[in-house]
């Protein structure tokens, strides 16, 4: 599977963005799929993740009540939307996917769980 991340711009605090990652090659219903992100000298770090079947969510507790992730499985896409950004929400995003060889509600929340990465997209939070 290939995934594209896009949505990334720059915005000031407080606004929404919505980051997209396409998928194309195979179908996302079979992957669970994590957003991650990485600042300027900062390691990659989990920001959410959805269990292939999307019945299971998770949030980094820096993001959790601003940040919503989504799979819409029709359109092979997952979806970050980021509400009440902050300046230390400027980073780098990235999507990942993990196949699964049957449907489940797992999320995986390290990044050494994923096999298949999508380029970044850069959020820049201005203040």
């Known amino acids: 599977v290939q995934l594209q991340a896009s949505g990334g711009g720059l915005v000031q605090v407080g606004d929404s963005l919505s980051l997209s990652c396409a998928a194309s090659?195979?179908?996302?219903?079979?992957?669970?799929v994590g957003w991650f992100r990485q600042a300027p000298g900062k390691e990659r770090d989990f920001v959410a993740a959805?269990?292939?079947?999307?019945?299971?969510?998770y949030y980094a507790d820096s993001v959790k009540g601003r940040f919503t992730v989504s799979k819409d499985n029709a359109k092979n896409t997952v979806h970050l939307q980021m509400n009440s950004l902050k300046p230390e929400d400027t980073a780098a995003y990235y999507c990942?996917?993990?196949?699964?060889?049957?449907?489940?509600?797992?999320?995986?929340?390290?990044?050494?769980?994923?096999?298949?990465w999508g380029r970044g997209t850069q959020v820049t939070v201005s203040s």
């Open positions: 090659g195979r179908a996302l219903s079979r992957y669970a």
């Open positions: 990942a996917a993990d196949y699964v060889f049957t449907l489940n509600s797992i999320v995986r929340l390290s990044y050494d769980k994923y096999d298949y």
């Open positions: 959805i269990s292939s079947s999307g019945a299971t969510t």
